[in-house]
């Protein structure tokens, strides 16, 4: 069965730092394109991240182009985010999620893990 | 203002059939890409319920179909029962942007 577990959210201060972790298992991690997905109090879901599965390719959304950075660690089976000047408007639930297929397609997202709340706030 | 366009609510009642749109331009559904449906029930994380258009993942019931035309993409729940009462979004990708988009999420009542 696949799992998805996200850890590492909290309250942090603007300009502030976090880094969220997401434990994979139950499938061949290096096969698959890992995301973020987040979705703010009450609203819709926005892709944030992406990154291939050999780490060679990473890929963001513009509003988080130079301040967070998405990795994983394939001896861990571990993605993690990176998030740097933090900014109110990243008040969101973060999810991971993987591909759906282990081809070249359209990306998706699903499974997805539970979510880990990031509360930025002074 | 969401890329994809999707009705903010829709309702049915037990039984009944509904369809929930998926409206895109050419550079995203009309180029080609394909549309994925999420459901997210209250207070939990999204499911992944059609992939590539068409495709259920296993454990999804057979009331959930996902059609593809031209620009747009059309999510279909026939039989509503009272636990398909949940947010409904799609997803594709937008070659113009350059990232994967989302629709803004249609709300499902089961009346």
């Known amino acids: 069965e696949v799992q998805l577990v996200e850890s590492g959210g909290g309250l942090a201060q603007p300009g502030g730092s976090l880094r969220l972790s997401c434990a994979a298992s139950?499938?061949?991690?290096?096969?698959?394109?890992m995301s973020w997905v987040r979705q703010a109090p009450g609203k819709g879901l926005e892709w944030v991240s992406s990154?291939?599965?050999?780490?060679?390719?990473?890929y963001y959304t513009d509003s988080v182009e130079g301040r967070f950075t998405i990795s994983r660690d394939k001896s861990t089976n571990m993605l993690h985010l990176r998030m740097n000047s933090l900014r109110v408007e990243d008040t969101a639930i973060y999810y991971c999620?993987?591909?759906?297929?282990?081809?070249?397609?359209?990306?998706?997202?699903?499974?997805w893990g539970q979510g880990t709340l990031v509360t930025v706030s002074s | 203002q969401s890329v994809l366009t999707q009705p903010p609510s829709v309702s049915g009642a037990p039984g009944q059939r509904v369809t929930i749109s998926c409206t895109g331009s050419s550079s995203n559904i009309g180029a080609g890409y394909d549309v994925h449906w999420y459901q997210q029930l209250p207070g939990t994380a999204p499911k992944l319920l059609i992939y590539r258009n068409t495709n259920r993942p296993s454990g999804v019931p057979d009331r959930f179909s996902g059609s593809k035309s031209g620009t747009s993409a059309s999510l279909a729940i026939g039989g509503l029962q009272a636990e398909d009462e949940a947010d409904y979004y799609c997803q594709s990708y937008d070659s113009s942007l350059s990232r994967s988009v989302f629709g803004g999420g249609t709300k499902l009542t089961v009346l």
């Open positions: 139950g499938f061949t991690f290096s096969n698959y394109v």
């Open positions: 990154i291939s599965g050999s780490g060679d390719s990473t």
């Open positions: 999620a993987r591909d759906p297929t282990d081809i070249v397609a359209t990306p998706g997202f699903g499974p």
